[in-house]
């Protein structure tokens, strides 16, 4: 049996880009649940239902700033690569604590929630998986032109 306090503050997410040192936050969105929703949690009918149960907020206040500093130490700490999220709560006492690290985040481009958090910063989609391939590119030692996309091999100009 694992016995763990009861998270009661704010809830959060942090997009992150990037392998070891060269990892990068995003942002952090605050996940607001609303009238109708299921109480206390994100839970996976609030997810479905984003649209109308969740309003998301991009912050950059103290607690932003918190959440990202703790989200990328554990990022780098395990060792995450390329891209995904960290999701955190807040204590009744408003520190964040770590609920998950998605390492292989939803990448849907109107329902996930990197790239709901993207589109929040004015990230393009293409963009965000454009990060996402240049880091894994660099972790396996793929050299590309700038700007360019599709098979190392691949002589085609990119669209």
């Known amino acids: 049996m694992l016995v763990e306090s009861y998270l009661p503050g704010r809830e959060f997410t942090v997009g992150i880009v990037g392998t070891g040192a060269d990892a990068v936050a995003l942002g952090t969105l605050e996940v607001v649940l609303l009238k109708g929703a299921e109480?206390?949690?994100?839970?996976y009918v609030n997810k479905e239902r984003c649209e109308e149960l969740c309003e998301y907020r991009l912050i950059s206040d103290d607690a932003a700033?918190?959440?990202?500093?703790?989200?990328?130490?554990?990022?780098?700490?395990?060792?995450?690569?390329d891209g995904g999220r960290v999701d955190l709560r807040a204590d009744a006492a408003g520190r964040p604590h770590i609920l998950e690290l998605n390492p292989l985040a939803g990448l849907h481009p109107e329902h996930?929630?990197?790239?709901?958090?993207?589109?929040?910063?004015?990230?393009?989609y293409l963009e965000l998986i454009r990060r996402i391939v240049a880091s894994a590119e660099r972790r396996i030692g793929i050299a590309?032109?700038?700007?360019r996309v599709g098979r190392p091999d691949d002589r085609r100009p990119a669209p």
Do not use: K
């Open 39 to 43: 109480p206390h949690s994100y839970t």
């Open 144 to 147: 590309r032109p700038a700007g």
């Open 112 to 124: 996930s929630d990197l790239p709901i958090l993207c589109r929040q910063i004015g990230l393009p």
């Open 65 to 81: 700033r918190e959440c990202e500093e703790l989200a990328l130490a554990a990022w780098r700490g395990l060792g995450c690569r």
